[in-house]
């Protein structure tokens, strides 16, 4: 079974530039979180889908993030303008059903650093 | 929100000892405690979890306890083999039995596991 896929694996940008990560979670799987790791930390989550609806996206820094989720399947999480502090890994994880602690299966990361 | 305190950062242990990792959680209303294994330049793994109606669980060389009254929760590794070094996070979620809510995850900061040969 293939596993969630991330794209790009790295990405160096500017500061106030924008960028956007993708993510394609395990086929079949109803929900889907962005995690934000900066180093040194845990991760935290950022947003939270139920197939293609917001489920939990209170700790998502609207003012310069976004995301969507369209048919219920891939993902984009956008930033823009991007900050310095916006340096992370940001992490892209996916469980099978919309069942409460069903285990999250998490993708490599794009690791992003702001210059 | 939820707050999960994880001690210590950082562990060394000789290869054939056991380790233990500890955290505590903030918020009474969880119900269920993961913990990941993340090597470097990968995303976490699943490796253990528990729900809040159960105080103990084993998977041959890994067990997890937890202590709800104390809002405490420790991960032990028997038997430590060098492919055990990674950086280890517990979590900490509350989700509703019926499903469908919000139950994403709060992380600890992580404890990097080292394994001496």
């Known amino acids: 079974e293939a596993g969630v896929a991330q794209s790009p694996r790295y990405k160096i940008i500017e500061k106030r530039q924008s960028v956007a990560f993708w993510c394609n979670p395990i086929?079949?799987?109803?929900?889907l979180y962005w995690y934000q790791q900066i180093l040194g930390q845990g991760p935290k989550l950022l947003i939270q889908f139920q197939n293609n609806g917001v489920v939990d996206d209170s700790q998502l820094p609207k003012d310069r993030f976004s995301a969507e989720r369209l048919k219920g399947v891939d993902s984009t999480l956008k930033i823009q303008p991007a900050k310095l502090e916006d340096s992370a890994v940001y992490l892209c994880?996916?469980?099978?059903?919309?069942?409460?602690?069903?285990?999250?299966?998490f993708g490599p990361g794009t690791r992003l650093l702001v210059l | 929100g939820e707050n999960v305190e994880q001690h210590p950062s950082t562990l060394s242990v000789q290869e054939g000892d056991s380790a233990v990792i500890k955290c505590t959680y903030s918020?009474?209303?969880?119900?269920?405690f993961p913990w990941y294994k993340q090597e470097l330049g990968k995303g976490p793994q699943l490796i253990i979890d528990?729900?809040?109606?159960?105080g103990e669980k084993k998977d041959q060389r890994i067990a997890v306890t937890l202590n709800k009254t104390a809002k405490h929760f420790s991960l032990h590794i028997t038997e430590t083999q060098p492919e055990d070094s990674a950086v280890y996070f517990c979590?900490?979620?509350?989700?509703?039995?019926?499903?469908?809510?919000?139950?994403?995850?709060?992380f600890g900061k992580g404890t990097h596991l080292i394994i001496q040969p």
């Open positions: 086929s079949g799987h109803a929900t």
């Open positions: 994880a996916s469980t099978l059903l919309a069942l409460p602690q069903e285990t999250q299966y």
């Open positions: 918020d009474s209303a969880s119900n269920y």
């Open positions: 528990i729900r809040s109606n159960v």
């Open positions: 979590a900490a979620s509350f989700a509703m039995y019926s499903g469908g809510g919000a139950d994403g995850l709060t």
